[in-house]
């Protein structure tokens, strides 16, 4: 009996003091693993970077900066500059910024606002998410079968015919080329520039807006001078978003591109992306030089788009984040 | 009744091979097949080259039909991958359209330390998309070919093509010429062409390689996206391999050889060109423009390359034994899938070459065909 009493005495303390300990050191571990977490991802980050910028060494040190204003491309005699996909990403991306963003702005319009039509805002929201999950090769195959002959037999003469004194939409279109890819990239960041501008839009107090209705303001005017600007910045940051998207897409954009090493002053010609080039021609590409102008073209990349991302983020955060305060 | 002895044992041989055994199993004659020795048991590694793929794909699979204790996988990653992996030891063998450049051999321990062999053989056509044109009306020379892909002949109606097809309406529609956007063999082989036929060609873009600097036309991934692109596109034209043109039932132009004469791209003609050069190697191995009233004027080998020294003998046996069946009874398989047979000639070389694959100082293949 009084050895059951002292067991019963002392178990209290002792369970007491494992579970602080418990606690504590859980604490630690969880605080441990997560730290671990943290820094993983930092070190990958790390890995990554030099991972990319030693391999490309060799090209660096052969072409230096020359590499972002050469034109040409030409494995047998081991001359590679970048311009020409620097060129390509640039003006299929924005091609694809400049059909996306109004209709993707509209959308988010339709999307947050009271007065859209109810029974369409579901359907709209899953034709988003469902776009916004197509793999990008399949948006490819499309474009490839359907879209090129589409832009060749009647969109790109249609534009020849009626805007052709523009340098812009000159020449015999082929169905390939920068249109066509942009016209690709809008398709794909639709989605994004959509979803982000309809939670950006959405972030703007209600109180501004009904006090513009009760000011006798219509619909259109409270949208285009009160939500509009006031939103303004974040929007900016969803369509630099859908940019950064834009600049990295590969597979889709290889297949309607062309694949050309060229500039071109009109849309309907052919022409290279980095990713592209990238893509095309890593199995192939021997020797050091060779191979090391892949990778510099992959840090180029990597570097815009870190540049246009971070500050696409910068704006978006600025917006959403200092809400409370603008009001 | 010596037949029934003979199948038992090269059962037995079989079976023991399935239960692991390995080089146990090496010295089993089978004298009733092909005259090939039975390989010991292994698993073995390729990579490389795309173009010969589908008939490797297909050779190693009936190889496995035939000798269960031996499978082999191929990986059709492209030569340079190949190669890259062959010189990283992770595959037994490696593929590759063009042999080893003198600085790739040098990265592998030097020339000697590596045996190329050629496995087979292929030959490209002139794919074009023209309304009205059918198959093989067209007639392409070494001249029209190097001005359309140096972009001096813009038109399908120009003056030098209507020269040499004067019974075809030729349209005047741009000519849309399509090549290859990757590195790959089949370039090098076109490339070589137009050099040896064109020095303007050889001026312009520095001579053969296995991507170049075009000077005019699209690129397309792969034999199949040029082909997709050339059908989809009227007014297009690109080099094909035979393969992929006879089965999309794409329109090839007629080719005008070494000898004049204008031939259709086949596989005999691939072979009746290579047979013209009978002292093909590793490093004199172009044979386009060959001549030969048969001869399909842009052709070539693809080759497949081993270490010289066998670290693992059971490994280097199994490997020599099935290069051996390739370059002999496995040419079988390519004639089936388009691609020409290697001539005699060939065949006696590779066999020779291989006979110097070693392990430990001894010779691995023991019985040639």
Not at chain 2, 137 to 163: M, V
Request: hydrophobic share 45%; glycine share 10%; charged share 10%.
């Amino acid at each position: 009996m009084g050895k059951g009493t002292a067991e019963r005495v002392a178990p209290a303390p002792l369970v007491a003091t494992s579970r602080q300990r418990r606690l504590i050191s859980g604490d630690d571990v969880f605080r441990a693993v997560a730290f671990a977490a943290a820094a993983l991802i930092l070190v990958i980050a790390a890995i990554f970077v030099v991972a990319l910028i030693v391999p490309a060494l060799p090209a660096i040190a052969r072409f230096g900066l020359g590499f972002f204003i050469g034109r040409t491309w030409d494995p047998v005699r081991t001359q590679f500059g970048a311009l020409s996909a620097i060129y390509g990403t640039a003006v299929t991306s924005v091609i694809g910024l400049l059909i996306a963003f109004p209709i993707g702005l509209a959308a988010a319009l339709f999307l947050a606002e009271e007065s859209g039509v109810r029974l369409l805002r579901g359907p709209l929201s899953f034709a988003i998410e469902l776009l916004a999950g197509i793999p990008s090769v399949v948006i490819g195959l499309f474009a490839f079968f359907i879209l090129t002959p589409l832009m060749r037999d009647d969109v790109d003469p249609f534009l020849n015919h009626t805007l052709g004194f523009l340098p812009l939409f000159q020449g015999s279109p082929s169905g390939y080329g920068y249109l066509t890819a942009g016209l690709v990239l809008a398709i794909m960041v639709l989605p994004i520039m959509t979803a982000l501008s309809r939670d950006v839009i959405r972030a703007v107090p209600r109180a501004l807006r009904e006090a513009s209705l009760a000011l006798g303001a219509t619909n259109a005017e409270t949208i285009w001078s009160v939500i509009l600007p006031y939103a303004r910045v974040g929007i900016t940051g969803a369509a630099l978003l859908s940019l950064g998207r834009a600049l990295g897409e590969t597979i889709a954009v290889t297949m309607v591109i062309g694949n050309r090493n060229e500039i071109s002053a009109s849309l309907f010609a052919s022409g290279y992306t980095l990713p592209s080039v990238i893509a095309n021609e890593f199995t192939e590409a021997v020797g050091n030089v060779y191979l090391g102008s892949l990778f510099y073209l992959g840090l180029v990349l990597v570097l815009i788009t870190i540049a246009v991302n971070v500050l696409a983020r910068l704006l978006v955060w600025r917006f959403t984040g200092s809400e409370p305060m603008a009001t | 009744m010596k037949g029934i002895l003979v199948a038992a044992s090269v059962a037995a041989g079989l079976l023991l091979a399935a239960c692991g055994g390995t080089s146990s199993a090496t010295t089993t004659p089978a004298t009733g097949g092909a005259g090939a020795p039975t390989p010991p048991a292994a698993s073995l590694n390729g990579a490389g080259a795309t173009f010969p793929a589908p008939f490797y794909q297909a050779a190693f699979y009936a190889y496995n039909q035939k000798f269960s204790q031996v499978t082999v996988n191929y990986q059709p990653v492209g030569s340079g991958a190949g190669i890259q992996q062959l010189s990283k030891k992770t595959v037994d063998f490696g593929a590759s359209d063009v042999p080893l450049k003198t600085s790739e051999a040098a990265a592998m321990g030097g020339p000697d330390k590596v045996v190329q062999i050629a496995s087979t053989l292929g030959t490209e056509s002139l794919a074009y998309n023209l309304q009205g044109i059918g198959d093989g009306q067209l007639k392409l020379t070494p001249d029209t070919i190097a001005a359309i892909f140096l972009g001096t002949i813009k038109k399908w109606n120009d003056p030098a093509l209507k020269a040499d097809n004067s019974g075809l309406n030729l349209p005047n529609q741009d000519i849309r010429v399509v090549h290859r956007s990757d590195g790959s063999g089949t370039t090098y082989i076109f490339t070589d062409y137009l050099s040896n036929v064109s020095a303007a060609w050889k001026a312009k873009t520095g001579g053969p390689g296995k991507s170049v600097n075009w000077p005019v036309g699209d690129g397309a991934s792969g034999n199949a996206g040029v082909a997709t692109r050339i059908t989809q596109t009227p007014g297009a034209i690109g080099y094909v391999e035979l393969a992929y043109v006879l089965q999309t039932k794409m329109t090839q132009a007629q080719l005008k050889n070494a000898d004049g004469n204008f031939v259709l791209p086949s596989a005999a003609g691939a072979t009746a060109a290579a047979s013209q050069y009978l002292g093909t190697s590793p490093t004199n191995f172009s044979i386009v423009n060959a001549p030969g009233k048969d001869s399909a004027p842009i052709s070539g080998y693809s080759w497949l390359m081993v270490y010289t020294d066998q670290p693992d003998k059971t490994k280097g046996t199994a490997t020599v034994d099935l290069l051996d069946w390739l370059v002999n009874d496995g040419q079988q398989y390519a004639v089936n899938l388009h691609y020409a047979k290697l001539p005699s000639n060939m065949v006696a070389n590779d066999i020779a070459a291989l006979k110097g694959v070693t392990s430990g100082g001894s010779a691995l293949l023991k019985v040639s065909s």
